[in-house]
């Protein structure tokens, strides 16, 4: 049976990608077509304030992004020395939280320490930020992306915490989306299974694919990676066949596998 996931393959240097590896002991034949593209941007604004550690109570990170932004930023010579040597150490010293494993796998390649990764979406982090700072303490430095959802801003908000955004990254359609999805259902049929990660993802696909699988769109299963993924997916007037657990492969692979199979 063949799942079709709509996100980006993992970096080839780190491995073949987890999604693929886990569908595959289901003996499911997953196949992955990029649906965004990002433009970063304020990165010496972002690299401006990473340098004043001391202004603040500490970081959050909900998306991969943000970390490829900090880690372009690292790319030149004379930052990466400061990171290096200082910047990095006093960080440390104060929390990095984040959502789910790939956002914490990119924090340690920068050098710091994440918590909360299995709070496994924005809701659930907010809520143990919460739990963890005080009101009215130093803010926390929240670099994300234009299309970031205001659930965990307005939570810390709610609680008197104080956090400060800087938008790192713009997110657009894939240039080869259409492209891509019109090749893969020529070449491969109708998928049993087609996977959302982000609700940008059923903006940008979801009139596509509903198009190219006609009468047969209701054999095929939708499943989502969270519940903010599931909401858009409904929002659109689609029925979830199933959501992960928490934003892992594993979770994820497990889902399908009782969607597809009913066990």
Not at 41 to 64: A, R
Request: hydrophobic share 40%.
């Amino acid at each position: 049976m063949k799942v079709l996931l709509l996100k980006d393959p993992k970096d080839k240097d780190s491995g073949p990608d987890p999604y693929i590896k886990e569908l595959g002991s289901y003996s499911l034949e997953a196949t992955l077509i990029p649906v965004l593209s990002f433009e970063f941007t304020s990165l010496d604004s972002l690299f401006e304030k990473l340098s004043h550690p001391e202004c603040y109570g500490g970081l959050i990170f909900t998306s991969p992004r943000a970390l490829e932004a900090i880690k372009i930023c690292l790319k030149e010579k004379s930052k990466k020395e400061a990171w290096s040597k200082s910047l990095k150490q006093m960080w440390n010293i104060k929390p990095t939280y984040v959502v789910g494993k790939a956002t914490a796998s990119l924090v340690e390649e920068i050098g710091l320490v994440p918590q909360g990764e299995k709070a496994g979406n924005a809701e659930k982090l907010a809520e143990y930020i919460c739990s963890r700072e005080k009101p009215n303490s130093s803010a926390l430095l929240f670099p994300c992306g234009a299309l970031k959802r205001e659930v965990l801003p307005t939570v810390l908000r709610e609680k008197g915490i104080p956090l400060e955004s800087l938008t790192v990254y713009q997110t657009a359609q894939h240039p080869d989306l259409q492209e891509s999805l019109s090749s893969y259902f020529s070449q491969q049929g109708i998928p049993a299974s087609v996977v959302f990660f982000s609700p940008s993802g059923v903006k940008f696909c979801l009139q596509h694919i509903q198009k190219l699988s006609g009468d047969l769109i209701n054999q095929v299963k939708f499943a989502a990676i969270g519940p903010s993924t599931a909401e858009a997916l409904r929002g659109a007037g689609v029925a979830v066949s199933c959501t992960a657990g928490s934003p892992t492969a594993q979770d994820l692979a497990a889902a399908i596998h009782t969607a597809l199979h009913g066990c």
